[in-house]
């Protein structure tokens, strides 16, 4: 596994798959957080800017790969913070007609989990994710939910005092891609339609610095993306064309990605 340090950045360049993803520190910037950054093995590469746009989507791959094998701890519930950046089930992109079927679909499933969490004292559901943010990034530092809105929910509706959680020291912009690609990849309560294709929308956003790379310079396919999102290749191949002519600034600020700053 080999790493770029770009501009204070640490991206992953190339996953061993053989080999694993392991948490370790690295040296990039002074954190004084205790949980594991994105890995690196023991040497660091200068890349050039194209090598840094094709291993984009990689490392938000390595990402959610890392979180999946990171070791899960208790973490008191007053120490987890939420943001609405990192939340792709906004309920304003819902068409009206749909609106009360997915409020009473999230409501149950929180229900669901607190059921789980009361019918034994020890009970525990799968651990939520969190990024600890350091404080040279645009929100305060802390830990921030990237996956789990409704088990946090359903932990406190059962007066549960610690959640068991993954913990990823992240970037804010790394924590924001992952909280849109986790929520699109086997959930029991699926986005709407609407979520799903701006989840997409903004992940083609970040990856194609809102319309300026072709797709495949950051090793991503039409195909890819449709099938990471649930969407089709036309509709994707559609926003890719639209992108470059889209000027943010002639947005409401409600149509607005509170965390990417790019229309919804």
């Given at each position: 596994?080999?790493?770029?340090?770009?501009?204070?950045?640490?991206?992953?360049?190339?996953?061993?798959?053989?080999?694993?993803?392991?948490?370790?520190?690295?040296?990039?910037?002074?954190?004084?957080?205790?949980?594991?950054?994105?890995?690196?093995?023991?040497?660091?590469?200068?890349?050039?800017?194209?090598?840094?746009?094709?291993?984009?989507?990689?490392?938000?791959?390595?990402?959610?790969?890392?979180?999946?094998?990171?070791?899960?701890?208790?973490?008191?519930?007053?120490?987890?913070?939420?943001?609405?950046?990192?939340?792709?089930?906004?309920?304003?992109?819902?068409?009206?007609?749909?609106?009360?079927?997915?409020?009473?679909?999230?409501?149950?499933?929180?229900?669901?989990?607190?059921?789980?969490?009361?019918?034994?004292?020890?009970?525990?559901?799968?651990?939520?994710?969190?990024?600890?943010?350091?404080?040279?990034?645009?929100?305060?530092?802390?830990?921030?939910?990237?996956?789990?809105?409704?088990?946090?929910?359903?932990?406190?509706?059962?007066?549960?005092?610690?959640?068991?959680?993954?913990?990823?020291?992240?970037?804010?912009?790394?924590?924001?891609?992952?909280?849109?690609?986790?929520?699109?990849?086997?959930?029991?309560?699926?986005?709407?339609?609407?979520?799903?294709?701006?989840?997409?929308?903004?992940?083609?956003?970040?990856?194609?610095?809102?319309?300026?790379?072709?797709?495949?310079?950051?090793?991503?396919?039409?195909?890819?993306?449709?099938?990471?999102?649930?969407?089709?290749?036309?509709?994707?191949?559609s926003m890719l064309t639209n992108m470059p002519h889209v000027i943010a600034t002639e947005f409401h600020t409600l149509a607005i990605d509170p965390g990417t700053g790019w229309p919804r």
């Amino acid at each position: 596994m080999q790493v770029i340090d770009l501009e204070g950045c640490v991206i992953l360049v190339h996953l061993l798959a053989e080999e694993g993803i392991f948490c370790r520190r690295v040296p990039s910037a002074p954190r004084s957080s205790s949980f594991p950054l994105v890995s690196s093995k023991h040497r660091k590469l200068r890349a050039s800017p194209m090598t840094t746009y094709k291993e984009t989507a990689m490392r938000y791959d390595a990402v959610m790969k890392q979180f999946k094998h990171a070791p899960t701890r208790l973490i008191p519930l007053g120490d987890i913070r939420t943001h609405d950046a990192l939340q792709p089930r906004v309920a304003r992109l819902i068409p009206f007609k749909d609106k009360g079927r997915a409020e009473e679909s999230s409501e149950q499933h929180i229900v669901t989990f607190r059921y789980v969490l009361e019918a034994t004292e020890d009970g525990q559901l799968d651990p939520i994710w969190l990024a600890d943010i350091g404080s040279a990034e645009p929100v305060e530092a802390g830990l921030y939910l990237v996956d789990g809105h409704h088990r946090l929910k359903a932990y406190r509706q059962a007066n549960r005092q610690q959640v068991p959680a993954c913990v990823l020291a992240l970037d804010w912009r790394t924590a924001l891609v992952v909280s849109k690609l986790v929520n699109c990849t086997g959930r029991s309560l699926a986005l709407h339609n609407e979520q799903r294709r701006d989840a997409a929308w903004q992940y083609l956003a970040d990856l194609t610095h809102r319309g300026a790379i072709e797709l495949p310079s950051v090793g991503e396919s039409l195909r890819s993306v449709a099938a990471r999102f649930g969407i089709s290749k036309s509709t994707v191949s559609s926003m890719l064309t639209n992108m470059p002519h889209v000027i943010a600034t002639e947005f409401h600020t409600l149509a607005i990605d509170p965390g990417t700053g790019w229309p919804r």
